[in-house]
C-alpha cells in the first residue's frame, strides 16, 4: 500500500470541507459583535454552545460508533451536518439564533471526527497510524483556514450572510466526498470479551486516563485560542492603523495562516511521532505552546510582523500535540473500546474548550473598559496558557519508553 492513498485523500479532502463552517463564527465575530449587540461574554457564550454541543456529539456518536460501526456512524451526522450549515446560514441573524443555531451545527459534526479516526485504526498499523492521523488532523486545520479565507473574503464584498452561506456548502460537498470514499469499506463492529469491562480496559487504565487528561487542558487551550485569535489580530491591526471591515478581514487571513502551520504541524508531527516515540513530541510541543499563550496576548501594539511571527509558532505548537494524543490513545484502548474511550475523552476535552472561550470573554470584558474594543488581551491567553501547562505536565508523566508494538507506541 502506497503510504498517501485515494482512500485517506479522499477521506482528508472531506474533513477539509467540513471543517469550512467551523471558524464562520469566529472569522465574523468583530462584526457580529456590533450587528448583534454582544458584549464579549455573549459573543464567547456562542463558541462555548458549539463547543459544548459538539462534545455531546461526540460523547453520542463515539458511543454509538462501537455498537453499529464507525463507518455508518460517519456517514449519518456527514448528512446532519450538511443539513445544520445550511439552515444556520440561512436563519441566524440575532444573538439568540445564533447561538441555538451554530449549537444544533456542532451537535451534527460530532460523528465525523472520532468515527474517521476509528477507521484510521482498523486501516492502519500502528507503524504509520501516527502519520495517518496526521494527515486527517491536518486537513482539519486545512478547512479550518479555508474557513478564515473564504469568511474574510465574503465579509468584504456581502457582510457575514454571505460568509455564512459560502461556508455552508462545505459539509454538503464532504458528505458527498466521504460516501466517494466509504462506498466499499465495511462497517466494522468489534466484538467485546464479556470478561471485560469499559472500567477495567478505559477508567483504571493509566495510560489512556493520562492521555485524556492531556487532551482535556489541550482543548482548554486550543479551542480559546482559535475562538479569540482571530479578533485579537483585528484588534492588532486596528491599534496598527488599520480601520474597520479592512481590519476584521485582514485579522481573518492572519489567522487563517495560523491554522496552515497547524497543518504542518499535524502532518509532521504525528510522523515525527512514529519514529521518536509520542511522549518526547507531546512534552516539547506542549511546553511551547504554552510559552506562546502567556506571552501573545501581551503582543498587542508591538510590530504587526512580530505578532505573526509568534502566532505561527502558537499555531503551530499548539495543534502540534493534537494527533499524537489521538494516535497514542488508539494504541493504549483496545478496539472494541475504542469509541467509548473517544466518547469519554471528546466530552471532558471539548466540555473544557467550551468553556474556555466564555472564561476568556469575562475576563476581557473584567479587564477592558465596558462599550470600547478591548486593548488588553493578555490576561485571556494567559488562562488558556494555564491549560498549555496541565498538558506540558500530563505529557511528562507518561512512560517514558514504549514496552512493544511500533516504536511511538504508549501502553498502559
Do not use: K
Not at 476509528?118 to 507503524?127: I, K
Not at 466484538?191 to 493520562?210: I, K, S, W
Not at 487532551?215 to 482548554?220: D, G, K, L, R, V
Not at 475562538?227 to 479592512?246: N, S, Y
Amino acid at each position: 500500500m502506497s503510504r498517501v492513498d485515494a482512500w485517506l485523500l479522499t477521506l482528508c479532502a472531506s474533513r477539509a470541507f467540513n471543517m469550512l463552517v467551523f471558524q464562520t463564527y469566529a472569522a465574523t465575530l468583530p462584526v457580529l459583535r456590533g450587528a448583534w449587540g454582544m458584549s464579549a461574554t455573549e459573543a464567547g457564550s456562542i463558541s462555548t454552545g458549539f463547543q459544548l454541543g459538539y462534545a455531546v456529539s461526540l460523547l453520542c456518536f463515539s458511543s454509538l460508533a462501537d455498537r453499529v460501526g464507525a463507518r455508518r456512524v460517519f456517514l449519518w451526522s456527514g448528512w446532519l451536518s450538511a443539513a445544520a450549515a445550511l439552515a444556520f446560514a440561512l436563519l441566524a441573524r440575532s444573538y439568540l439564533t445564533g447561538l441555538v443555531l451554530y449549537t444544533l451545527v456542532a451537535i451534527s459534526q460530532g460523528g465525523t471526527y472520532t468515527t474517521a479516526i476509528m477507521l484510521f485504526a482498523d486501516r492502519y498499523p500502528p507503524s504509520r497510524r501516527g502519520a495517518a492521523v496526521g494527515w486527517l488532523l491536518a486537513s482539519s486545520s486545512l478547512g479550518y483556514a479555508l474557513s478564515l479565507l473564504v469568511s474574510g473574503a465574503a465579509l468584504r464584498t456581502g457582510g457575514y450572510p454571505l460568509a455564512f452561506l459560502l461556508t455552508a456548502c462545505g459539509p454538503l460537498v464532504a458528505v458527498l466526498l466521504a460516501w466517494l470514499a466509504l462506498r466499499t469499506t465495511s462497517n466494522v463492529v468489534h466484538e467485546r470479551a464479556r470478561e471485560v469491562r469499559f472500567g477495567t480496559e478505559v477508567l483504571r487504565n493509566g495510560t489512556a486516563m493520562r492521555l485524556m487528561l492531556g487532551y482535556t487542558f489541550h482543548s482548554w487551550e486550543l479551542l480559546g485560542m482559535w475562538a479569540w485569535t482571530p479578533a485579537f489580530v483585528a484588534a492588532a491591526l486596528a491599534v496598527a492603523g488599520v480601520a474597520g471591515v479592512q481590519a476584521v478581514a485582514l485579522g481573518a487571513y492572519v489567522s487563517a495562516s495560523f491554522h496552515v502551520m497547524g497543518l504542518i504541524a499535524s502532518s509532521s508531527m504525528g510522523r515525527l511521532s512514529d519514529r521518536l516515540g509520542r511522549r518526547i513530541v507531546l512534552l516539547v510541543v506542549a511546553a511551547t505552546s504554552a510559552a506562546c499563550s502567556f506571552v501573545f496576548g501581551w503582543l498587542i501594539g508591538w510590530p504587526v510582523g512580530l505578532i505573526v511571527a509568534i502566532g505561527a509558532l502558537y499555531g503551530f505548537t499548539a495543534l502540534g500535540d493534537s494527533p499524537v494524543l489521538s494516535t497514542a490513545l488508539t494504541e493504549a484502548v483496545s478496539a472494541p473500546y475504542l469509541g467509548s474511550a473517544l466518547a469519554l475523552r471528546s466530552l471532558l476535552g471539548f466540555g473544557a474548550g467550551a468553556i474556555a472561550p466564555l472564561v476568556f470573554g469575562a475576563v476581557l470584558d473584567a479587564t477592558n473598559p465596558p462599550g470600547l474594543t478591548p486593548t488588553v488581551w493578555g490576561w485571556g491567553f494567559v488562562t488558556l496558557g494555564l491549560g498549555g501547562l496541565g498538558a506540558t505536565i500530563c505529557a511528562y508523566g507518561l512512560p517514558r519508553a514504549p514496552t512493544g508494538g511500533a516504536r511511538g507506541d504508549v501502553r498502559r
